[in-house]
């Protein structure tokens, strides 16, 4: 199926511990993303990728690293995790659709606890 | 930046009402979308519509944009519509794909 998918769905982390979430799409997009969403909000962007090969910082990037290995994969480092990293974590992708809709896909989330 | 702002910000329904769901945002937009979240988590795109109007099944969308909001309206409500609602808008002058800012929702709760 058509889609994103991201891993892994749940990690635990020490504070100060490294990691790398993992997402690839086969929508055949220019655009994707890392998003946050912590309980009771919206989603906050952390980076987005425009297209293969470039890289942009969204609204709350620090602590963060990506690198868009190439038009399918878009990943995420957490060089030195932090209890306030703790959150869910969300890749998506973006295009047109070819009939005039510009749309979004998900993955199914990771849910990153800092301890 | 943009700020946008969802209402209400619950909504509590009995199966089969209607309902509408707003977004006012704070300046123009070239990319408005709504989206709608399981209480498993996923979400799922559910319209883009900077301007006019959309109708998927029982769900539709109007945006006007030259008064800065848009309208979500479910109709004959179900259970599986329960969830949370976002509305996410690019400012004019973003290359599409770039800064999408989204609400803080509308958390539907439907009972059968």
């Known amino acids: 199926n058509a889609g994103v998918t991201q891993t892994p769905k749940f990690q635990v982390l020490k504070t100060g511990q490294s990691m790398t979430l993992q997402c690839a799409q086969d929508?055949?997009?220019?655009?994707m993303y890392w998003y946050r969403q912590d309980p009771g909000m919206g989603l906050r962007l952390i980076y987005y990728?425009?297209?293969?090969?470039?890289?942009d910082k969204g609204e709350v990037p620090n602590g963060y690293n990506v690198s868009r290995l190439n038009k399918r994969e878009f990943s995420l480092r957490l060089e030195s995790a932090a209890p306030s990293q703790t959150s869910v974590y969300f890749c998506?992708?973006?295009?047109?659709?070819?009939?005039?809709?510009?749309?979004?896909?998900f993955g199914s989330g990771t849910r990153l606890t800092v301890v | 930046g943009i700020q946008v702002e969802q209402s209400p910000p619950d909504l509590i329904l009995q199966e089969g009402a209607n309902s509408t769901l707003r977004c006012n945002f704070s300046?123009?937009?070239?990319?408005l979308q709504w989206f709608h979240q399981n209480p498993w988590g996923q979400l799922i795109n559910l319209f883009y519509i900077p301007s006019g109007t959309k109708q998927n099944g029982r769900l539709s969308a109007t945006t006007v944009a030259t008064e800065r909001y848009s309208l979500l309206y479910i109709s004959s409500s179900q259970t599986t519509d329960s969830g949370v609602y976002f509305c996410a808008v690019e400012r004019v002058g973003e290359t599409s794909g770039s800064r999408l800012t989204f609400g803080e929702g509308t958390q539907l709760t439907v009972n059968p």
């Open positions: 990728s425009a297209s293969e090969g470039t890289t």
């Open positions: 300046d123009s937009v070239n990319n």
């Open positions: 929508m055949n997009h220019n655009s």
């Open positions: 998506a992708s973006s295009g047109w659709d070819g009939l005039g809709n510009y749309g979004y896909t």
